[in-house]
């Protein structure tokens, strides 16, 4: 696996873009804007990197097989990439406006890393065990890219408007969908192989 498509399939599956909307509600009435995503933003790297590095143990430790994330991998993708395409209301948890700081939930975990991201990260890590220095560069790249659109949400919402946003986030999703799809029979493929 190549820098750029893992950095890809990374950015898609983190979701900026469809992010926006939760992280600006979260942050509307938070003092600090910046610092508080910031920080939220580096937890979630944290946690990703803890999974790309130590995802393969704790499969070995849980008894899993790799197909068997896979398949589950791609069926949370494919689920993550059909909200994208049909949004329900997108609430997370109860509307209690606290004025307090969002800390570690919603918004590093699962907005940012989410079971989406962190299965992708085991799956890779244990497919390419040789190419570590790959993903790691990879997804920061990817982490780095999402960063950047999180701390530009407002004036993006403001120049793209609501179907811009709307139209940006169902065509990833679409994207999506293939890739869980292709990975499904992948898993299919490795687990008929085994047999």
Known sequence: MDILSATILLFL???????????LTQLEKVENRFQVLARE???????????????KQMLDFLHLEQVSVSLAGAI????IALRMIFPASRQYGDEEEADEAPFLVPLAIPLVAGPSILATLILLASKHPEQFDILAIALFIAWL????ILFSATAMQK???KNGMIAIERLMGMILIAIAVQMFLDGIRAFLDSV
């Open 76 to 79: 949370i993708l494919f689920i």
């Open 41 to 55: 933003l580096l937890l979630a790297l944290a946690i990703l990197f803890l999974f790309l590095f130590f995802g």
């Open 13 to 23: 599956i983190l979701d900026p873009l469809g992010n926006i909307p939760i992280f």
């Open 159 to 161: 120049y793209l408007g």
């Open 145 to 148: 890219l999402s960063a950047i």
